[in-house]
């Protein structure tokens, strides 16, 4: 079991090694990859220049010869940046998302946070006077007050759910609101389906605390 247990965290060490290396290395040739278009311009200068030498210039066979050696090096050197390029454009993306990676600590080496749910419990171990350097121990999270909605005022309850607590005093105000323009349309004879839908939904679900 041991042994299992040591092979696992041997392969998490290397799992955080190879991406530290990996975020390492596509970081270095983005730098490099950022000076492609200044080296592919500069074999494009100088093969505009060796043209041009052979348009002009007056050439024997050996001089002829040894230009074409020469204009033949720089194609193939051009080339090269050029298929680096072609890489560029093809990972681009790959290499954005793979600086962007944010990767958390290994939790081989993070403290362990552990919040005591009674301050009883955590009294007690308080009194143990135990120094554990890899836990890190809090005491009880206060328990929050509950809503004065829940005592004071009314909540609206749907299929056995509970979906949201109003207090009192604004439920109040908004059915009122509701009810005069309910009274002012009928007043005045206007009728809309949706005053009525909307005053429906209110009666069903309206419970006191």
Do not use: C
Not at 21 to 49: F, R
Not at 117 to 128: A, C, K, M, N, P
């Amino acid at each position: 079991m041991e042994e299992r247990h040591m092979e696992l965290a041997t392969l998490i060490e290397q799992y955080y090694d190879h991406i530290e290396q990996l975020q390492h290395t596509v970081e270095v040739l983005q730098q490099q990859l950022a000076q492609l278009p200044e080296q592919i311009g500069y074999y494009d200068s100088l093969q505009n220049d060796l043209l041009h030498e052979l348009e002009l210039m007056p050439l024997d066979a050996i001089k002829g010869t040894k230009l074409l050696k020469q204009l033949k090096h720089v194609r193939k050197e051009r080339r090269l940046y050029k298929n680096i390029y072609a890489f560029e454009q093809q990972e681009a993306e790959h290499l954005r998302f793979i600086q962007q990676w944010k990767v958390t600590p290994s939790p081989l080496h993070t403290p362990k946070i552990y919040t005591y749910r009674t301050v009883e419990g955590y009294q007690f171990h308080q009194s143990l006077n135990i120094a554990e350097p890899t836990t890190v121990t809090k005491p009880p999270k206060p328990k929050e007050r509950q809503q004065e909605a829940e005592a004071l005022g009314y909540h609206i309850v749907r299929q056995k759910k509970q979906w949201r607590l109003y207090h009192r005093d604004r439920f109040i105000v908004a059915y009122k609101q509701l009810t005069s323009m309910h009274d002012y349309l009928q007043e005045h004879r206007v009728k809309l389906d949706a005053v009525s839908e909307h005053e429906e939904l209110f009666m069903p679900y309206l419970i006191s605390s």
